[in-house]
C-alpha cells in the first residue's frame, strides 16, 4: 500500500543525534515527511445506524404516501396502482413459478456481462493508463463506441447474433466496459507521481512498482468504475431484453404491455431498483474492505 511504502522510506531515513537536533531550530527530514497533526475531529451529530435509518426511512415515506394518495383516488390504477397491488401480484406471479424463473435468468445474463465487459474494460483501461501509445492507438476509438446509444446498436447486434442470449449478454458486457475503462485510466494516471519515485529510490522493479503503488493508488477509481457499470449493466439489460425473447424481468414488462397490466410493469421496475441497490451495497462493501488502509475510506468505516 502507498502507506506501507512511505513507512518504509521514513524507517530507512539515517538517525540524527541530539546535538544536531538541539542545535538546529529545522525539522529533520524524517519529521518533515511526518504526516501532519490531525485536529479534532467535529463532534458527529448522527451514529451511523442513525444515517442508516434516515436513508430507509425516507423511502419507505414515499411508499406511503403513494398508497395514501391510491386508497384516496388521487391515483388511477390503470397509470400507477397501489404498492399493495404490485406486492400482490407479486406473491402471485412467485406462486405461478414465473417471477423467479424471469429473475434468475435476468440475474444470469447481468452476471456474465458484467464479468466479461468488466474484464475487458479493466485491461484496456490498463494498457492505455500506462502507455502513451496504446492511448493514441486505442482511445479515440473507444470513445467513439462509447458514444453509440444502445438502440442504435440493436438492429446489428440482431444481425449478429439473431435472437440468441449472445446478443443480450453482447450489449450488457458493452455497457459495463466503458465505465470501468474510463475510471481505470483515470485512477492510474492520478497516483501521485512523489509515491513512484519513491518506489524507484527503495528498488522496487516495475511488476511491484504497479501492485505496491499504482494499482492500490488507482483502486478508488476503478471500484467507483464499478458501481457506475453496475447501473449500466441493468439498463443494458433492459434494452436487450426488448429483442425477441420468453424470458426475463424485461420480457415480463413487454408482455405485461400487451394486456395493459401496469401493475406487473411497476413491479418489473421495482425489481430493477431493488437489485440496482443491492448491487449498490454489495459495491461499497467492498470498497470498504479493499480499501481498509485508506485514510478516507477508512473513517468512513468508523462513523
Do not use: C
Not at 497533526?37 to 436513508?55: D, K, M, Q, Y
Amino acid at each position: 500500500m502507498p502507506e506501507a511504502i512511505i513507512g518504509s522510506a521514513l524507517a530507512t531515513e539515517p538517525r540524527r543525534g541530539p546535538s544536531a537536533t538541539s542545535a538546529s531550530p529545522t525539522l529533520s527530514s524524517a519529521e518533515s515527511l511526518q504526516p501532519a497533526r490531525r485536529v479534532a475531529a467535529p463532534v458527529r451529530v448522527f451514529g451511523a445506524n442513525t444515517l442508516l435509518a434516515i436513508s430507509w426511512v425516507v423511502p419507505l415515506i414515499v411508499v406511503l404516501v403513494w398508497e395514501a394518495a391510491s386508497r384516496a383516488g388521487g391515483l388511477s390504477p390503470q397509470v400507477l396502482p397501489a404498492p399493495s397491488r404490485v406486492f400482490g401480484t407479486a406473491i402471485e406471479l412467485i406462486q405461478q413459478g414465473k417471477l423467479l424463473s424471469d429473475l434468475a435468468v435476468s440475474l444470469l445474463r447481468a452476471a456474465t456481462g458484467f464479468v466479461i465487459g468488466a474484464g475487458i474494460g479493466f485491461s484496456l483501461g490498463t494498457l492505455v493508463g500506462f502507455s502513451r501509445l496504446a492511448e493514441a492507438a486505442l482511445d479515440r476509438s473507444i470513445q467513439m463506441i462509447r458514444a453509440i446509444p444502445f438502440l442504435a446498436l440493436l438492429p446489428l447486434v440482431i444481425v449478429w447474433f439473431g435472437v440468441d442470449e449472445g446478443g443480450k449478454i453482447f450489449l450488457v458486457a458493452l455497457g459495463v466496459s466503458f465505465p470501468i475503462y474510463i475510471n481505470t485510466v483515470l485512477g492510474i494516471r492520478q497516483v501521485d507521481p512523489k509515491l513512484i519515485e519513491l518506489g524507484r529510490v527503495l528498488g522496487l522493479s516495475t511488476p511491484k512498482l504497479i501492485r505496491r503503488i499504482v494499482l492500490p493508488g488507482a483502486l478508488p477509481s476503478i471500484l467507483t468504475g464499478v458501481r457506475y457499470s453496475l447501473a449500466t449493466a441493468w439498463l443494458a439489460l433492459v434494452v436487450a431484453e426488448t429483442i425477441a425473447t420468453s424470458s426475463g424481468i424485461g420480457f415480463l414488462a413487454m408482455d405485461a404491455r400487451e394486456f395493459l397490466r401496469t401493475d406487473v410493469i411497476v413491479l418489473a421496475i421495482v425489481i430493477y431498483a431493488l437489485i440496482g441497490v443491492l448491487a449498490d451495497s454489495i459495491a461499497r462493501l467492498l470498497e470498504r474492505r479493499l480499501l481498509a488502509w485508506h485514510v478516507n475510506y477508512a473513517a468512513q468505516g468508523r462513523t
